[in-house]
Protein backbone atom coordinates (compact mmCIF):
# COMPACT_ATOMS: atom_id res chain seq x y z
CA UNK A 1 0.00 0.00 0.00
CA UNK A 2 2.93 2.77 0.90
CA UNK A 3 4.21 1.83 -2.55
CA UNK A 4 0.95 3.10 -4.36
CA UNK A 5 0.35 5.53 -2.47
CA UNK A 6 4.12 7.31 -2.73
CA UNK A 7 3.84 6.31 -6.11
CA UNK A 8 0.66 8.70 -6.72
CA UNK A 9 2.37 11.45 -4.27
CA UNK A 10 5.20 11.31 -6.80
CA UNK A 11 2.68 11.85 -9.73
CA UNK A 12 1.54 14.50 -7.85
CA UNK A 13 5.09 16.63 -7.23
CA UNK A 14 5.57 16.08 -3.40
CA UNK A 15 8.70 14.69 -3.40
CA UNK A 16 9.83 17.75 -6.29
CA UNK A 17 12.49 20.42 -4.95
CA UNK A 18 10.06 23.19 -5.16
CA UNK A 19 6.93 20.97 -3.40
CA UNK A 20 3.41 21.72 -4.32
CA UNK A 21 1.17 24.25 -1.91
CA UNK A 22 -0.47 20.84 -0.95
CA UNK A 23 2.37 18.92 0.16
CA UNK A 24 1.25 19.01 3.79
CA UNK A 25 -2.28 17.90 3.03
CA UNK A 26 -0.60 15.08 0.79
CA UNK A 27 1.36 13.27 3.37
CA UNK A 28 -0.96 13.89 5.75
CA UNK A 29 -3.67 12.06 3.05
CA UNK A 30 -0.99 9.49 2.81
CA UNK A 31 -0.54 8.45 6.59
CA UNK A 32 -4.31 8.42 7.69
CA UNK A 33 -5.23 6.08 4.55
CA UNK A 34 -2.12 3.66 6.19
CA UNK A 35 -4.65 4.66 9.03
CA UNK A 36 -7.57 3.83 7.54
CA UNK A 37 -6.71 0.47 5.95
CA UNK A 38 -5.29 -0.97 9.56
CA UNK A 39 -8.81 0.23 11.57
CA UNK A 40 -10.56 -1.90 8.72
CA UNK A 41 -8.31 -4.59 9.17
CA UNK A 42 -8.76 -4.85 12.74
CA UNK A 43 -12.77 -4.47 12.38
CA UNK A 44 -13.08 -7.85 10.56
CA UNK A 45 -11.12 -9.51 13.19
CA UNK A 46 -14.57 -9.00 15.77
CA UNK A 47 -16.62 -8.37 13.12
CA UNK A 48 -17.01 -11.64 11.01
CA UNK A 49 -18.82 -13.29 13.88
CA UNK A 50 -22.01 -10.77 14.37
CA UNK A 51 -24.89 -12.63 12.61
CA UNK A 52 -26.17 -10.87 9.30
CA UNK A 53 -29.64 -10.07 10.52
CA UNK A 54 -30.50 -7.99 7.11
CA UNK A 55 -32.56 -5.41 8.20
CA UNK A 56 -32.78 -2.40 6.52
CA UNK A 57 -30.68 -1.37 2.92
CA UNK A 58 -28.18 1.27 4.06
CA UNK A 59 -26.72 3.44 1.53
CA UNK A 60 -23.84 5.22 2.83
CA UNK A 61 -22.25 7.91 0.40
CA UNK A 62 -18.84 9.17 0.54
CA UNK A 63 -18.07 12.62 -0.59
CA UNK A 64 -14.21 14.25 -0.68
CA UNK A 65 -15.32 16.80 1.94
CA UNK A 66 -12.86 20.08 1.49
CA UNK A 67 -9.47 17.75 2.27
CA UNK A 68 -11.45 16.59 5.59
CA UNK A 69 -11.48 13.51 7.15
CA UNK A 70 -15.29 12.95 6.30
CA UNK A 71 -14.97 10.48 4.15
CA UNK A 72 -13.10 8.52 6.65
CA UNK A 73 -15.84 8.94 8.97
CA UNK A 74 -18.69 7.86 6.66
CA UNK A 75 -16.54 4.62 5.90
CA UNK A 76 -16.58 3.75 9.79
CA UNK A 77 -20.54 4.81 10.09
CA UNK A 78 -20.75 1.94 7.31
CA UNK A 79 -18.75 -0.78 8.87
CA UNK A 80 -20.66 0.17 12.53
CA UNK A 81 -24.19 -0.16 10.81
CA UNK A 82 -23.54 -3.42 9.19
CA UNK A 83 -22.14 -4.69 12.85
CA UNK A 84 -25.64 -3.87 14.06
CA UNK A 85 -27.23 -6.21 11.20
CA UNK A 86 -28.09 -3.98 8.03
CA UNK A 87 -26.97 -4.23 4.49
CA UNK A 88 -24.63 -1.49 3.60
CA UNK A 89 -23.96 -0.08 0.28
CA UNK A 90 -21.06 2.26 -0.42
CA UNK A 91 -21.45 4.84 -3.22
CA UNK A 92 -18.16 7.25 -3.96
CA UNK A 93 -18.97 10.33 -5.30
CA UNK A 94 -16.10 11.23 -7.55
CA UNK A 95 -17.10 14.05 -9.16
CA UNK A 96 -14.95 17.27 -8.72
CA UNK A 97 -16.59 20.08 -6.90
CA UNK A 98 -15.74 23.77 -5.80
CA UNK A 99 -12.68 25.25 -7.57
CA UNK A 100 -9.86 23.50 -5.18
CA UNK A 101 -6.88 22.30 -7.03
CA UNK A 102 -7.71 19.43 -8.83
CA UNK A 103 -4.91 17.12 -8.28
CA UNK A 104 -4.65 17.28 -4.69
CA UNK A 105 -8.54 16.37 -5.32
CA UNK A 106 -7.67 13.45 -7.24
CA UNK A 107 -5.65 12.43 -5.01
CA UNK A 108 -7.44 11.78 -2.39
CA UNK A 109 -10.28 10.24 -4.52
CA UNK A 110 -7.16 7.75 -5.36
CA UNK A 111 -7.08 6.91 -1.75
CA UNK A 112 -10.71 6.39 -0.90
CA UNK A 113 -10.94 3.89 -4.16
CA UNK A 114 -8.14 2.30 -2.85
CA UNK A 115 -9.17 1.76 0.60
CA UNK A 116 -13.01 0.74 -1.46
CA UNK A 117 -11.12 -1.52 -3.69
CA UNK A 118 -10.35 -3.68 -0.47
CA UNK A 119 -13.92 -3.55 0.55
CA UNK A 120 -15.85 -4.68 -2.16
CA UNK A 121 -15.04 -8.39 -1.25
CA UNK A 122 -17.24 -7.67 1.63
CA UNK A 123 -19.71 -4.92 0.53
CA UNK A 124 -21.37 -3.49 -2.33
CA UNK A 125 -19.39 -0.78 -3.72
CA UNK A 126 -20.42 1.86 -6.89
CA UNK A 127 -18.48 4.43 -7.94
CA UNK A 128 -20.71 7.19 -9.42
CA UNK A 129 -18.57 7.84 -12.57
CA UNK A 130 -19.70 4.53 -13.55
CA UNK A 131 -22.94 4.56 -13.28
CA UNK A 132 -25.08 4.33 -16.65
CA UNK A 133 -27.78 6.99 -17.34
CA UNK A 134 -29.35 8.30 -20.34
CA UNK A 135 -32.13 10.72 -18.58
CA UNK A 136 -32.68 14.15 -19.15
CA UNK A 137 -32.58 17.12 -16.47
CA UNK A 138 -35.78 18.40 -15.77
CA UNK A 139 -37.26 21.75 -15.14
CA UNK A 140 -37.39 21.10 -11.40
CA UNK A 141 -33.98 19.85 -11.13
CA UNK A 142 -32.16 22.57 -13.15
CA UNK A 143 -33.98 25.35 -10.57
CA UNK A 144 -32.79 22.52 -7.56
CA UNK A 145 -29.23 22.96 -8.94
CA UNK A 146 -29.28 26.90 -9.55
CA UNK A 147 -30.58 27.05 -5.54
CA UNK A 148 -27.71 24.96 -4.33
CA UNK A 149 -25.25 26.38 -6.26
CA UNK A 150 -26.02 29.63 -5.10
CA UNK A 151 -26.12 28.69 -1.31
CA UNK A 152 -22.52 26.71 -2.29
CA UNK A 153 -21.42 30.33 -3.67
CA UNK A 154 -22.70 31.81 -0.25
CA UNK A 155 -20.57 29.12 1.08
CA UNK A 156 -17.62 30.45 -0.89
CA UNK A 157 -17.73 33.60 -0.95
CA UNK A 158 -18.12 33.61 2.84
CA UNK A 159 -21.44 36.16 2.54
CA UNK A 160 -23.49 37.17 0.25
CA UNK A 161 -22.18 40.68 -0.44
CA UNK A 162 -19.22 39.89 -2.43
CA UNK A 163 -20.03 39.68 -6.17
CA UNK A 164 -16.70 39.36 -7.87
CA UNK A 165 -15.95 36.11 -9.42
CA UNK A 166 -19.83 34.83 -7.84
CA UNK A 167 -21.11 34.59 -11.42
CA UNK A 168 -18.45 32.11 -12.62
CA UNK A 169 -17.97 30.35 -9.53
CA UNK A 170 -21.81 29.50 -9.28
CA UNK A 171 -21.83 28.72 -13.10
CA UNK A 172 -19.06 26.34 -12.38
CA UNK A 173 -20.73 24.59 -9.86
CA UNK A 174 -24.43 24.43 -11.77
CA UNK A 175 -21.79 22.66 -14.02
CA UNK A 176 -20.49 20.01 -11.40
CA UNK A 177 -24.20 19.40 -9.91
CA UNK A 178 -25.79 18.41 -12.98
CA UNK A 179 -23.04 16.11 -14.05
CA UNK A 180 -23.96 14.02 -11.11
CA UNK A 181 -27.78 14.20 -10.82
CA UNK A 182 -28.95 11.91 -13.60
CA UNK A 183 -26.55 9.00 -12.83
CA UNK A 184 -27.66 9.80 -8.68
CA UNK A 185 -31.17 8.74 -10.49
CA UNK A 186 -30.33 6.39 -12.02
CA UNK A 187 -28.51 4.60 -9.35
CA UNK A 188 -31.65 5.09 -6.69
CA UNK A 189 -33.89 3.76 -9.45
CA UNK A 190 -31.57 0.90 -9.78
CA UNK A 191 -31.93 -0.35 -6.18
CA UNK A 192 -34.39 0.90 -3.55
CA UNK A 193 -32.81 1.78 -0.37
CA UNK A 194 -34.80 2.45 2.85
CA UNK A 195 -31.74 4.54 4.35
CA UNK A 196 -29.21 6.85 3.00
CA UNK A 197 -26.25 8.45 5.55
CA UNK A 198 -24.80 11.62 3.88
CA UNK A 199 -22.39 14.28 5.09
CA UNK A 200 -24.06 17.78 5.80
CA UNK A 201 -27.11 18.15 3.30
CA UNK A 202 -26.24 21.70 2.06
CA UNK A 203 -22.52 21.72 0.83
CA UNK A 204 -20.86 20.45 -2.49
CA UNK A 205 -22.88 17.98 -4.00
CA UNK A 206 -24.35 16.72 -0.97
CA UNK A 207 -27.61 19.02 -1.36
CA UNK A 208 -28.32 17.11 -4.51
CA UNK A 209 -27.86 13.57 -2.93
CA UNK A 210 -30.27 14.59 -0.14
CA UNK A 211 -33.20 15.89 -2.47
CA UNK A 212 -32.84 12.78 -4.81
CA UNK A 213 -32.97 10.56 -1.75
CA UNK A 214 -35.72 12.32 -0.59
CA UNK A 215 -37.57 11.91 -3.70
CA UNK A 216 -37.09 8.61 -3.87
CA UNK A 217 -39.32 7.69 0.12
CA UNK A 218 -35.50 7.04 1.63
CA UNK A 219 -34.80 8.37 5.00
CA UNK A 220 -31.67 10.80 4.92
CA UNK A 221 -29.71 10.56 8.05
CA UNK A 222 -27.20 13.38 7.76
CA UNK A 223 -23.83 14.49 9.81
CA UNK A 224 -21.50 17.07 10.82
CA UNK A 225 -18.82 18.76 12.63
CA UNK A 226 -20.02 20.57 16.13
CA UNK A 227 -16.67 21.91 16.05
CA UNK A 228 -14.96 21.95 19.96
CA UNK A 229 -14.53 17.96 19.54
CA UNK A 230 -18.26 17.21 19.02
CA UNK A 231 -20.41 15.56 16.06
CA UNK A 232 -23.91 16.38 15.05
CA UNK A 233 -26.30 14.05 13.74
CA UNK A 234 -29.65 14.35 12.62
CA UNK A 235 -31.65 10.84 12.64
CA UNK A 236 -33.93 12.38 9.49
CA UNK A 237 -32.97 15.38 8.21
CA UNK A 238 -29.92 17.92 8.06
CA UNK A 239 -27.70 17.89 11.17
CA UNK A 240 -26.30 21.23 10.99
CA UNK A 241 -29.92 22.96 10.87
CA UNK A 242 -31.28 20.71 13.73
CA UNK A 243 -34.20 19.44 11.67
CA UNK A 244 -35.28 16.48 13.66
CA UNK A 245 -35.39 18.79 16.84
CA UNK A 246 -38.85 18.99 16.45
CA UNK A 247 -39.10 15.21 16.39
CA UNK A 248 -37.87 15.08 19.79
CA UNK A 249 -39.90 17.77 20.97
CA UNK A 250 -43.33 16.30 19.83
CA UNK A 251 -42.21 12.91 21.49
CA UNK A 252 -42.16 14.41 24.75
CA UNK A 253 -45.44 17.02 24.39
CA UNK A 254 -46.94 13.36 24.58
CA UNK A 255 -45.66 11.84 27.47
CA UNK A 256 -45.98 12.98 31.37
CA UNK A 257 -42.39 14.94 32.47
CA UNK A 258 -42.89 14.77 36.72
CA UNK A 259 -42.47 18.55 38.24
CA UNK A 260 -39.01 17.67 40.01
CA UNK A 261 -38.22 16.47 36.27
CA UNK A 262 -38.92 19.78 34.75
CA UNK A 263 -37.43 21.59 37.46
CA UNK A 264 -34.07 20.04 37.02
CA UNK A 265 -34.46 21.10 32.94
CA UNK A 266 -35.08 24.62 33.91
CA UNK A 267 -31.93 24.69 36.08
CA UNK A 268 -29.70 23.40 33.60
CA UNK A 269 -31.09 25.39 30.74
CA UNK A 270 -30.85 28.75 33.22
CA UNK A 271 -27.20 27.16 33.54
CA UNK A 272 -26.62 26.62 30.25
CA UNK A 273 -27.46 30.54 28.89
CA UNK A 274 -25.68 32.02 31.90
CA UNK A 275 -22.25 30.48 30.89
CA UNK A 276 -23.35 31.63 27.41
CA UNK A 277 -24.19 35.37 28.70
CA UNK A 278 -21.30 35.26 30.61
CA UNK A 279 -18.45 33.85 27.64
CA UNK A 280 -17.59 31.27 29.49
CA UNK A 281 -19.24 28.28 27.63
CA UNK A 282 -17.33 26.38 25.05
CA UNK A 283 -18.27 28.43 22.04
CA UNK A 284 -17.28 31.95 24.00
CA UNK A 285 -19.94 33.51 21.54
CA UNK A 286 -20.04 36.26 24.36
CA UNK A 287 -17.52 39.18 25.13
CA UNK A 288 -16.13 38.81 28.94
CA UNK A 289 -17.61 41.09 30.58
CA UNK A 290 -19.32 43.10 28.27
CA UNK A 291 -23.12 44.72 29.29
CA UNK A 292 -25.44 47.22 27.64
CA UNK A 293 -24.95 49.82 30.75
CA UNK A 294 -25.25 53.35 29.36
CA UNK A 295 -26.38 52.67 26.30
CA UNK A 296 -30.14 54.06 26.52
CA UNK A 297 -30.83 54.12 22.83
CA UNK A 298 -31.89 50.29 22.89
CA UNK A 299 -35.01 50.88 24.80
CA UNK A 300 -38.04 49.97 22.98
CA UNK A 301 -36.00 48.95 20.61
CA UNK A 302 -36.66 46.30 17.22
CA UNK A 303 -33.28 43.70 17.55
CA UNK A 304 -32.21 42.40 14.79
CA UNK A 305 -30.42 38.93 15.53
CA UNK A 306 -27.87 38.11 12.51
CA UNK A 307 -26.63 34.79 11.68
CA UNK A 308 -23.20 34.03 10.10
CA UNK A 309 -24.83 34.42 6.95
CA UNK A 310 -22.85 31.52 5.39
CA UNK A 311 -23.22 28.91 7.89
CA UNK A 312 -24.92 26.11 6.50
CA UNK A 313 -27.08 26.56 9.89
CA UNK A 314 -28.60 29.36 7.69
CA UNK A 315 -28.36 28.49 4.35
CA UNK A 316 -31.69 27.81 2.40
CA UNK A 317 -34.00 28.26 5.21
CA UNK A 318 -35.19 31.99 4.18
CA UNK A 319 -39.36 31.43 3.99
CA UNK A 320 -40.94 35.08 2.80
CA UNK A 321 -37.18 36.75 1.83
CA UNK A 322 -34.91 35.27 -0.86
CA UNK A 323 -31.54 36.56 1.21
CA UNK A 324 -30.28 37.86 4.50
CA UNK A 325 -29.83 41.12 2.51
CA UNK A 326 -33.41 41.02 1.55
CA UNK A 327 -34.15 40.61 4.61
CA UNK A 328 -32.16 43.05 6.88
CA UNK A 329 -33.21 45.90 4.21
CA UNK A 330 -36.91 44.97 4.19
CA UNK A 331 -37.01 44.30 7.98
CA UNK A 332 -35.52 48.09 8.36
CA UNK A 333 -38.03 49.61 6.13
CA UNK A 334 -40.82 48.06 7.47
CA UNK A 335 -40.02 49.21 10.56
CA UNK A 336 -39.05 52.67 9.90
CA UNK A 337 -41.99 53.21 7.86
CA UNK A 338 -44.88 51.60 10.48
CA UNK A 339 -43.31 51.84 13.90
CA UNK A 340 -41.24 54.85 15.85
CA UNK A 341 -38.84 52.21 17.47
CA UNK A 342 -35.22 52.38 16.97
CA UNK A 343 -33.89 49.04 15.12
CA UNK A 344 -30.63 47.18 16.24
CA UNK A 345 -29.52 45.38 13.90
CA UNK A 346 -26.76 42.32 15.75
CA UNK A 347 -23.56 41.05 13.78
CA UNK A 348 -23.49 37.61 15.02
CA UNK A 349 -20.58 38.23 18.24
CA UNK A 350 -18.41 35.04 17.16
CA UNK A 351 -17.90 36.75 13.84
CA UNK A 352 -15.75 39.49 15.80
CA UNK A 353 -12.16 36.47 15.63
CA UNK A 354 -12.99 37.11 11.29
CA UNK A 355 -11.05 33.85 10.95
CA UNK A 356 -11.63 30.53 10.19
CA UNK A 357 -15.27 29.05 10.87
CA UNK A 358 -16.13 32.98 11.77
CA UNK A 359 -14.33 34.88 9.51
CA UNK A 360 -17.21 36.64 7.54
CA UNK A 361 -17.02 39.16 3.88
CA UNK A 362 -20.14 40.79 4.94
CA UNK A 363 -19.77 44.74 5.28
CA UNK A 364 -22.96 45.24 7.48
CA UNK A 365 -22.26 49.20 8.03
CA UNK A 366 -22.14 49.46 4.43
CA UNK A 367 -25.09 48.02 4.11
CA UNK A 368 -27.01 49.80 6.32
CA UNK A 369 -25.29 53.11 4.86
CA UNK A 370 -26.27 52.58 1.37
CA UNK A 371 -29.89 51.59 2.31
CA UNK A 372 -30.25 54.04 4.89
CA UNK A 373 -27.50 56.56 5.33
CA UNK A 374 -26.79 57.84 9.19
CA UNK A 375 -30.64 57.37 10.11
CA UNK A 376 -29.99 58.00 14.04
CA UNK A 377 -33.24 55.02 14.63
CA UNK A 378 -30.78 52.23 12.64
CA UNK A 379 -28.27 51.29 15.03
CA UNK A 380 -25.72 48.64 13.94
CA UNK A 381 -23.93 46.85 17.42
CA UNK A 382 -21.00 44.82 14.82
CA UNK A 383 -19.36 41.44 16.84
CA UNK A 384 -16.77 43.27 18.61
CA UNK A 385 -18.52 45.77 20.71
CA UNK A 386 -18.61 45.59 23.62
CA UNK A 387 -22.20 44.71 24.11
CA UNK A 388 -23.99 41.77 25.42
CA UNK A 389 -26.81 40.36 23.39
CA UNK A 390 -28.56 39.23 26.17
CA UNK A 391 -28.67 42.05 28.60
CA UNK A 392 -30.38 43.51 25.34
CA UNK A 393 -33.34 41.76 26.07
CA UNK A 394 -34.13 43.52 29.38
CA UNK A 395 -34.76 46.67 26.89
CA UNK A 396 -35.77 45.91 23.20
CA UNK A 397 -39.30 45.23 22.78
CA UNK A 398 -39.17 42.65 20.20
CA UNK A 399 -36.60 40.04 18.72
CA UNK A 400 -36.38 39.05 15.10
CA UNK A 401 -34.26 36.27 14.02
CA UNK A 402 -33.77 33.88 11.07
CA UNK A 403 -32.17 30.97 12.77
CA UNK A 404 -30.37 31.97 15.43
CA UNK A 405 -30.50 29.70 18.71
CA UNK A 406 -31.28 33.69 20.62
CA UNK A 407 -34.77 32.86 19.95
CA UNK A 408 -35.07 30.36 22.16
CA UNK A 409 -32.96 32.59 24.84
CA UNK A 410 -35.78 35.58 24.35
CA UNK A 411 -38.46 33.53 24.60
CA UNK A 412 -36.95 32.16 27.92
CA UNK A 413 -36.57 35.67 28.90
CA UNK A 414 -39.97 36.86 27.94
CA UNK A 415 -39.30 38.60 25.04
CA UNK A 416 -41.71 38.04 21.82
CA UNK A 417 -39.88 36.98 18.98
CA UNK A 418 -40.75 36.86 15.25
CA UNK A 419 -39.81 35.07 12.34
CA UNK A 420 -40.37 34.84 8.31
CA UNK A 421 -37.59 32.02 8.30
CA UNK A 422 -38.17 28.28 8.46
CA UNK A 423 -35.75 27.26 11.31
CA UNK A 424 -36.38 24.35 13.22
CA UNK A 425 -37.76 26.50 16.20
CA UNK A 426 -39.92 28.16 13.72
CA UNK A 427 -43.22 26.37 13.56
CA UNK A 428 -43.05 25.06 17.36
CA UNK A 429 -45.39 27.49 18.84
CA UNK A 430 -43.52 29.62 21.16
CA UNK A 431 -42.28 32.09 18.18
CA UNK A 432 -44.59 34.19 15.83
CA UNK A 433 -44.11 33.09 12.48
CA UNK A 434 -44.78 34.92 9.72
CA UNK A 435 -46.09 33.19 5.97
CA UNK A 436 -46.30 36.10 3.77
CA UNK A 437 -44.95 39.75 4.26
CA UNK A 438 -47.70 41.00 5.39
CA UNK A 439 -48.01 38.85 8.20
CA UNK A 440 -44.81 39.78 9.20
CA UNK A 441 -45.04 43.65 8.66
CA UNK A 442 -48.30 43.44 11.21
CA UNK A 443 -46.51 41.11 13.69
CA UNK A 444 -43.80 44.09 13.46
CA UNK A 445 -46.21 46.68 14.25
CA UNK A 446 -47.89 44.73 16.95
CA UNK A 447 -45.02 43.74 18.15
CA UNK A 448 -43.80 47.56 18.48
CA UNK A 449 -46.88 48.14 20.22
CA UNK A 450 -46.25 45.53 22.68
CA UNK A 451 -49.15 43.33 21.72
CA UNK A 452 -47.31 40.12 21.22
CA UNK A 453 -47.29 38.12 24.44
CA UNK A 454 -45.35 35.64 25.81
CA UNK A 455 -47.18 32.69 27.92
CA UNK A 456 -46.13 30.63 30.23
CA UNK A 457 -46.35 27.91 27.94
CA UNK A 458 -44.57 29.47 25.56
CA UNK A 459 -41.45 29.86 27.86
CA UNK A 460 -41.70 26.34 29.22
CA UNK A 461 -41.64 24.60 25.59
CA UNK A 462 -38.95 27.02 24.61
CA UNK A 463 -37.01 25.78 27.50
CA UNK A 464 -37.50 22.04 26.48
CA UNK A 465 -36.46 23.12 22.93
CA UNK A 466 -33.40 24.71 24.39
CA UNK A 467 -32.86 21.24 26.77
CA UNK A 468 -33.33 19.12 23.24
CA UNK A 469 -31.06 21.38 20.52
CA UNK A 470 -28.51 22.95 23.43
CA UNK A 471 -27.73 20.43 26.13
CA UNK A 472 -29.18 16.95 24.67
CA UNK A 473 -28.05 17.15 20.79
CA UNK A 474 -24.18 17.73 20.88
CA UNK A 475 -22.39 14.46 20.56
CA UNK A 476 -18.85 14.80 22.39
CA UNK A 477 -17.00 11.73 21.58
CA UNK A 478 -13.25 10.92 19.83
CA UNK A 479 -15.53 9.40 16.92
CA UNK A 480 -16.07 13.08 15.61
CA UNK A 481 -15.84 14.20 12.43
CA UNK A 482 -12.77 16.02 12.60
CA UNK A 483 -11.60 13.60 15.36
CA UNK A 484 -9.79 11.45 13.15
CA UNK A 485 -6.34 11.79 14.31
CA UNK A 486 -7.32 11.26 17.93
CA UNK A 487 -10.18 8.09 16.99
CA UNK A 488 -7.10 6.39 14.31
CA UNK A 489 -4.91 5.53 18.24
CA UNK A 490 -8.62 2.73 19.42
CA UNK A 491 -9.54 0.12 17.25
CA UNK A 492 -12.87 0.13 15.75
CA UNK A 493 -14.30 -2.50 18.13
CA UNK A 494 -13.26 0.08 21.30
CA UNK A 495 -15.01 3.12 19.22
CA UNK A 496 -18.27 0.83 18.55
CA UNK A 497 -18.21 -0.06 21.98
CA UNK A 498 -18.46 3.52 23.36
CA UNK A 499 -21.94 4.88 24.72
CA UNK A 500 -21.94 7.27 22.53
CA UNK A 501 -21.26 5.43 19.50
CA UNK A 502 -24.10 3.25 20.33
CA UNK A 503 -26.58 5.88 21.19
CA UNK A 504 -25.65 7.20 17.86
CA UNK A 505 -26.34 3.67 16.09
CA UNK A 506 -29.51 3.05 18.08
CA UNK A 507 -30.52 7.05 16.72
CA UNK A 508 -30.26 5.81 13.33
CA UNK A 509 -31.42 2.55 13.12
CA UNK A 510 -34.59 3.53 14.85
CA UNK A 511 -35.17 6.72 13.57
CA UNK A 512 -35.22 8.09 16.85
CA UNK A 513 -33.80 11.89 17.38
CA UNK A 514 -29.97 11.86 19.33
CA UNK A 515 -30.97 14.73 21.67
CA UNK A 516 -34.46 12.63 22.86
CA UNK A 517 -32.12 9.31 23.59
CA UNK A 518 -30.12 11.96 25.40
CA UNK A 519 -33.06 13.06 27.19
CA UNK A 520 -34.68 9.80 28.35
CA UNK A 521 -31.33 8.29 29.66
CA UNK A 522 -31.14 11.45 31.94
CA UNK A 523 -34.00 10.79 33.48
CA UNK A 524 -34.36 9.64 36.39
CA UNK A 525 -34.77 5.78 36.31
CA UNK A 526 -39.13 5.67 37.94
CA UNK A 527 -39.36 7.77 34.76
CA UNK A 528 -37.97 5.74 32.15
Known amino acids: MFNFLKRKIYAYGLFQPQPTNHTPELIKWRSDTSKIKNLIDGYFHWAHSIA ?72 PVLILSKINSISLITPQESSLIESLASLNAI ?17 AVCQQLEAR ?8 NCEKYQVAIIPGGIWGSSGIWLKKAKDSNIRVVTYDSGGYGSTMLASNGIACQLQDIPNAFHKIQIETISKESLRNIHQLVKLEINHRKSGTDIFSSQLKNSSTQNHTQFKDGILITLNSAWDSAALGLHGVFKNSTEWIIETIKAALENTSNSIIVRQHPAERSGTGAFMTNENYEQLLQENFGHNPRVILISAGDEINSYELFNQVKIVVAHTSTIALEATIFGVPVITPSNAYWS ?25 LTVTDQMKTDAVLCYYLAQCCNW ?34 SSNTPYSYLKYRALLPKQEI
Open 52 to 123: EEHNEKYLVVIIPWLGTPAPWYALILGLFLKARGHEVTYVLDDYPMGNKNPAYCEFQLQCIRWILEGLSTKF
Open 155 to 171: WEFKGEMVQDGREEFTA
Open 181 to 188: ICKINAML
Open 427 to 451: TLGFVYKAENKAAYIDYLIKGANST
Open 475 to 508: IFTPFNVEGFDEYSKLSLKELFDTHEVQMMINSI
